[in-house]
């Protein structure tokens, strides 16, 4: 007799849910799996391409960030003056 079902002829029906349970956690371990994998290859392809932009160019990204959010917080700051 099964767990779930209580009747000896579900026993069937015990392990297809099972099965399909199991089955179920295998596919949410390869996605999760598969969606690690892409964050790390695309960040990484990211960071080479902003290096070599950076490299080959005079633009540099901190400077230019840092610059923009300086420029936002001075005219905020004017704004509450």
């Known amino acids: 007799m099964g767990k779930?079902?209580?009747?000896?002829?579900?026993d069937a029906v015990e392990d297809t849910l099972k099965s399909i349970h199991l089955a179920n956690k295998v596919d949410m371990a390869y996605e999760r799996g598969m969606g690690w994998f892409k964050v790390l290859l695309f960040g990484t392809m990211a960071m080479f391409v902003v290096s070599a932009f950076e490299h080959y160019t005079e633009?540099?990204?901190?400077?230019?960030?840092?610059?923009a959010i300086s420029g936002?917080?001075?005219r905020q700051l004017g704004k509450l003056v």
């Open 4 to 10: 779930i079902f209580r009747t000896p002829s579900d």
């Open 72 to 74: 936002w917080a001075i």
């Open 59 to 67: 633009w540099n990204l901190w400077e230019y960030t840092g610059d």
